[in-house]
């Protein structure tokens, strides 16, 4: 069944394949694709006990605007034509504000890898969202935090995890080094 409308979130911090395969598994359910991007801002990131990395600054090498970069990035270069697409900060460490940036009617497809998810799923749920689960598993080949890892410590092969549009917009925009002095 396709909706007219979901939304998926993430932090994209960087966005990676593993972010695509989600990205691309929410804009075929959907007419139209909201992608939230969450921890918009560092005043706009609360701690999150379920994962409390999430919102430390070297966990958040890259801007808003540059994660716009690379969400359009990848998805037009997956396909996805871009009047399907829109973009927005989603400052899911305040859910009651998340009603001022994503459509409440829509459905909000999620992907659940640990207690992160849940926890997610769980504050949707309390809002009276409509959620779909994409998946569940246990094994998660792809993170942001590996990619950082891999660029901080100079591996050759860090742009093959990232989309081709991501990974020039890492070299572009200079995070590639902002990566390495923060983790060096």
């Given at each position: 069944?396709?909706?007219?409308?979901?939304?998926?979130?993430?932090?994209?911090?960087?966005?990676?394949?593993?972010?695509?395969?989600?990205?691309?598994?929410?804009?075929?359910?959907?007419?139209?694709?909201?992608?939230?991007?969450?921890?918009?801002?560092?005043?706009?990131?609360a701690p999150?006990?379920?994962?409390?990395?999430?919102?430390?600054?070297?966990?958040?090498?890259?801007?808003?605007?540059?994660?716009?970069?690379?969400?359009?990035?990848?998805?037009?270069?997956?396909?996805?034509?871009?009047?399907?697409?829109?973009?927005?900060?989603?400052?899911?460490?305040?859910?009651?504000?998340l009603?001022?940036?994503?459509?409440?009617?829509?459905?909000?497809?999620?992907?659940?890898?640990?207690?992160?998810?849940?926890?997610?799923?769980?504050?949707?749920?309390?809002?009276?969202?409509?959620?779909?689960?994409?998946?569940r598993?246990?094994?998660?080949?792809?993170?942001?935090?590996?990619?950082?890892?891999?660029?901080?410590?100079?591996?050759?092969?860090?742009?093959?995890?990232?989309?081709?549009?991501?990974?020039?917009?890492?070299?572009?925009?200079?995070?590639?080094?902002?990566?390495?002095?923060?983790?060096?």
């Amino acid at each position: 069944m396709t909706h007219p409308v979901g939304v998926i979130h993430g932090r994209f911090q960087p966005l990676h394949l593993g972010h695509l395969e989600y990205l691309l598994a929410g804009a075929e359910r959907c007419d139209t694709l909201v992608v939230g991007i969450t921890n918009p801002d560092p005043d706009q990131t609360a701690p999150e006990p379920t994962d409390p990395a999430r919102g430390l600054p070297e966990s958040n090498p890259c801007t808003y605007y540059e994660r716009h970069l690379m969400v359009h990035g990848a998805l037009t270069g997956a396909g996805v034509e871009p009047a399907r697409l829109r973009i927005v900060p989603f400052p899911h460490s305040f859910p009651g504000r998340l009603r001022h940036y994503a459509p409440e009617e829509a459905v909000y497809y999620l992907t659940v890898y640990d207690a992160w998810g849940d926890a997610k799923l769980h504050r949707f749920r309390e809002l009276g969202l409509r959620t779909e689960v994409m998946w569940r598993r246990t094994d998660k080949p792809i993170s942001g935090a590996r990619v950082r890892r891999a660029i901080a410590q100079g591996e050759a092969d860090w742009p093959s995890l990232v989309p081709d549009p991501v990974s020039a917009v890492i070299r572009e925009r200079g995070i590639d080094d902002r990566i390495r002095v923060v983790h060096g």
